[in-house]
């Protein structure tokens, strides 16, 4: 078995190794959120990722290049640590295969014995890439509101809650604000989050203050994202949620969680101005 990639000096291979692809338990932080191992999960999702550094060389030894996507579906054991994919995908870069199908039915083969379920992959020209453009998340800017608040106060979930005078509406909240930390290096993850919800109206300045205080939290961005939805669950009782963070990216990859608790479709995977 691999060991964490993470926060060690490594030496980067030149022969492709399956081997680096390091599993990290979804278990242990759901016990956290009090979803015991072996139970229904509050919600259906998946992990959306974008590799930048793909590379490979065809039969004649000529460089290919290409960017690739991966769909892990949230309910599958394991997360991929994000260092040992990195150093899984550079190990192809002396690879000599066939053609883009060979390497995408390796990726798959791969990548879903160490999620310990089916993950599927979709690889691109960059040109295709580029010429879908950037956007950004649809929907009202929290960030908007002139709050005052302390960066170092922890997210407490007690901020979150909603307007009892009012009855049941859908709205999509966005903010750009969300920060937590890399739990083993302790390096700062970005991103932007987007809350589609049906209920009562959610307290936008407590969700802020909220979101704000992920900024000293050292988490993966699978957890955040899983702490973000079951704790607004939970306080504000929703009908119906989604939360969806793009993460910046690190290593030459970004990770971007989506998790729902109804029948919606898997988001676009739009690539915004900071990734």
Request: net charge negative.
């Amino acid at each position: 078995m691999a060991t964490l990639s993470l926060g060690q000096t490594t030496q980067y291979p030149d022969q492709y190794d399956p081997s680096l692809l390091f599993p990290i338990p979804r278990a242990e932080n759901r016990a956290k959120l009090g979803l015991k191992e072996g139970q229904a999960l509050p919600f259906v999702g998946v992990d959306i990722w974008n590799a930048f550094e793909l590379g490979w060389l065809n039969k004649k030894g000529k460089p290919q290049i290409a960017l690739a996507e991966f769909q892990i579906p949230a309910d599958s054991p394991n997360m991929i640590e994000s260092k040992s994919l990195k150093l899984y995908l550079n190990s192809l870069n002396n690879a000599r295969l066939e053609d883009e199908g060979e390497l995408r039915e390796l990726l798959i083969k791969d990548l879903s014995a160490i999620a310990g379920s089916k993950i599927t992959t979709r690889i691109q020209a960059t040109e295709a890439v580029a010429k879908k453009g950037m956007q950004e998340m649809g929907g009202v800017l929290l960030d908007r509101l002139d709050i005052e608040v302390d960066p170092s106060t922890p997210a407490d979930p007690s901020l979150l809650g909603v307007n009892e005078s009012f009855g049941p509406i859908e709205q999509c909240l966005v903010s750009h604000l969300l920060k937590s930390n890399c739990p083993v290096t302790g390096q700062p993850d970005w991103a932007s989050v987007q809350i589609r919800y049906q209920g009562r109206p959610i307290l936008e300045e407590g969700l802020l203050r909220y979101l704000i205080g992920f900024r000293q939290l050292g988490e993966f961005h699978e957890h955040c994202v899983e702490t973000i939805f079951t704790d607004i669950k939970r306080q504000c009782k929703p009908e119906k949620l989604s939360v969806y963070a793009r993460y910046t990216r690190r290593g030459g990859l970004d990770i971007n969680p989506f998790r729902t608790d109804h029948n919606s479709p898997w988001p676009d995977n739009i690539r915004h101005a900071r990734q």
